[in-house]
């Protein structure tokens, strides 16, 4: 069975994603698993990662209580203030449930580049790689060079780069992501999520498009640190579900069976801690 390793779910009358500008319509509503379930359930998806899309406790909350109640939902991505001066203890308390896997603190959209270096995040850090909990980098390109230095100040954080750091496939790009995350994967602890691609490469996205993307993800971290999500609903901006599901399977054909296994379930089971599905108790 796959597993989803990057999906999200929001209910608009939270009110606390602000990214969703005008621009963006097809993502203004709500998504629930009630929403997902079915297209998990043709695609032979088993659950999945619920990945936070909002900077709140309140939103890290809302997730963790949909997990206690969904089957689907096999582990959650949350969200801590990584400066707030009491980081440590909310990180501590956070980790106690078993449901939190990581938190992601949206770097892509923070003005100063270098937030993740800054001392009150760095201390923060070393707090999440005590805890067990993984660091879920959403990054661009220009952010990669600050991954290294995160690196090689905490070489016992368990650190995932989100949608490949968000290579600008629409536009060709591919220098120095390219090398950078080369260079990034060569730690060899390193996990990346083959997601959000799609949504780099526009509408007019096909598979060759996207393969030496995927080809140069592959070969720098492996299928043992790859793992397949689907950045669903973002990724209705220019794809489908069943789609994307599809081209990554053809994108991967060339890998043998427990390699490709891997990608679509195995790494994330592995890395996240994952257990068999829960009966729901609602």
């Not at 203890?89 to 270098?114: H, N, S, T, V």
């Not at 996990?191 to 140069?216: F, H, I, N, P, Q």
């Not at 081209?247 to 490709?260: D, S």
């Amino acid at each position: 069975m796959i597993i989803d390793a990057h999906h999200h779910l929001w209910r608009l009358d939270r009110g606390d994603y602000d990214w969703l500008t005008a621009d963006l319509v097809p993502l203004h509503r709500d998504f629930t698993a009630a929403d997902l379930a079915p297209l998990m359930a043709a695609a032979g998806v088993e659950g999945g990662m619920v990945v936070q899309a909002a900077p709140t406790a309140a939103e890290t909350d809302y997730l963790l209580a949909l997990a206690a109640r969904t089957p689907t939902i096999l582990g959650v991505v949350g969200w801590t203030d990584l400066t707030a001066p009491d980081a440590g203890e909310a990180i501590a308390r956070l980790a106690r449930d078993p449901a939190l896997k990581g938190l992601r603190p949206m770097l892509q959209d923070l003005p100063d580049d270098d937030h993740i270096l800054r001392p009150p995040v760095d201390a923060a850090l070393g707090a999440l790689a005590a805890s067990g909990l993984r660091f879920e980098a959403l990054v661009r390109p220009r952010h990669l060079p600050r991954l290294l230095a995160v690196r090689e100040r905490h070489p016992d954080l368990a650190m995932i780069v989100n949608h490949a750091a968000k290579p600008d496939i629409a536009g060709g790009g591919w220098e120095p992501w390219a090398s950078d995350l080369r260079r990034l994967a060569a730690d060899g602890l390193t996990v990346c999520k083959l997601s959000g691609l799609v949504t780099e490469a526009g509408a007019e996205w096909d598979v060759e498009r996207l393969r030496r993307y995927v080809d140069l993800v592959l070969d720098a971290f492996g299928p043992d640190r790859v793992m397949w999500g689907s950045d669903w609903p973002v990724l209705l901006l220019a794809g489908t579900y069943g789609g994307w599901l599809e081209a990554a399977e053809r994108l991967l054909g060339g890998l043998t069976g427990p390699e490709r296994a891997a990608i679509l379930g195995g790494t994330a089971r592995r890395v996240y801690g994952l257990g068999a599905p829960a009966e729901s108790e609602a």
